[in-house]
């Protein structure tokens, strides 16, 4: 008598593998308030490639009969009648609404530019510090300590105080090097300092977090094998160790960008950041803190376009994080 085994067949999930990016993207937006902040940033961005098709106004554009409008007011000069004041006007009869889209340009840039000058340094340099010997390592890493003592605001005041003093000599007595930075902060409306001074001092936590990394990853099996096919350190470093560290760096970064901005607001405020009449949220809430009892408003428009942006880049870098975190990405 023949005896027949049936086999039994255990249906297996037929979903496709996906990646890393496409998991973080597909957690993402399952979030409406992350979909939300990133409409948010994207008109931003949008707004700041191009303020002039969006502000009615030039950002100079002033009118002393209607200084401190209200919002919703018209213009009462010949030269802008029939023009409505959405948002107010300020103690120079410039348009409010003109000026904080002319400002956008200065968040969004010290948000991206400042944040990758930041990463580019701090990665570098805590890169080949993690990799290096003991000896070299400990060097480089004192010398971020010794940085790191310092009040982080305090240098970049300190350093944004020499670059603009450099700007104001005479260009004779100033080298090469020296008038093609003033050449450029110069085009860029005293921007290109904020830059510099924000993203030479706000890399040093990116150097710490990425040697950390490197120094626990440079352990690992595949770097050893890697030494054993006899590939060089600068491989290692490019093609091993970087993209392994490159994910938590991104999102360590994407959480410091609202500390940028709230810098550059700070520096404008007191009168180091962009050099005027290029407007900027922190210098609006500073030319509008005398008259903050008159006109509230031309504080409470910059003030809640600084918070909303600085709450955006929040919300958008924890949620980057949890989605990111393995442990979480079961729940």
């Keep these: 008598m023949a005896t027949s085994t049936q ?14 990016l496409q998991d973080v993207l597909a957690r993402l937006l399952k979030d409406p308030l992350v979909v939300l902040c990133v409409l948010y940033l994207a008109a931003l961005v949008v707004v700041a490639i191009n303020p002039t098709t969006f502000a009615p106004l030039s950002y100079e554009t002033t009118s002393f009969p209607d200084k401190l409008a209200p919002p919703g007011a018209y213009a009462t000069s010949d030269k802008l009648a029939g023009f409505r004041y959405v948002l107010g006007a300020d103690r120079l009869g410039r348009d409010i609404l003109s000026r904080l889209i002319y400002g956008t340009r200065i968040s969004i840039a010290v948000a991206f530019l400042g944040a990758g000058i930041s990463f580019l340094i701090g990665v570098t340099y805590g890169l080949v510090a993690g990799y290096s010997r003991a000896r070299i390592d400990n060097v480089m890493m004192r010398i971020v300590d010794i940085i790191y003592a310092y009040p982080t605001l305090i240098l970049i005041i300190l350093l944004q105080v020499f670059l603009t003093s450099l700007a104001q000599q005479p260009a004779e007595n100033l080298n090469a090097l020296q008038r093609s930075l003033v050449t450029l902060d110069t085009r860029s409306g005293g921007l290109f300092f904020v830059f510099v001074a924000i993203g030479a001092v706000s890399w040093l936590n990116m150097a710490r977090l990425t040697r950390g990394q490197t120094l626990h990853y440079r352990e690992q099996e595949f770097v050893q094998a890697a030494h054993l096919v006899g590939a060089n350190d600068r491989r290692i470093m490019g093609r091993h160790l970087l993209p392994n560290i490159i994910g938590t760096c ?13 810098t550059e607001a700070f520096l404008s405020f007191i009168g180091l ?18 008259a903050l009892r008159s006109a509230p408003h031309v504080i409470f428009f910059p003030a809640l376009a600084l918070s909303l942006t600085m709450l955006a880049f929040n919300f958008l870098g924890d949620a980057i994080r949890d989605a990111m975190d393995p442990k979480l990405r079961n729940r």
């Design 250 to 262: 991104i999102v360590a970064e994407t959480l410091a960008i609202p500390a940028y901005i709230y």
């Design 7 to 20: 086999s039994v067949v255990t249906p297996l999930s037929l979903r496709s593998p996906r990646s890393l």
């Design 273 to 290: 950041g962009v050099q005027p009449p290029m407007p900027s949220w922190g210098s609006m809430i500073a030319d509008g803190y005398g």
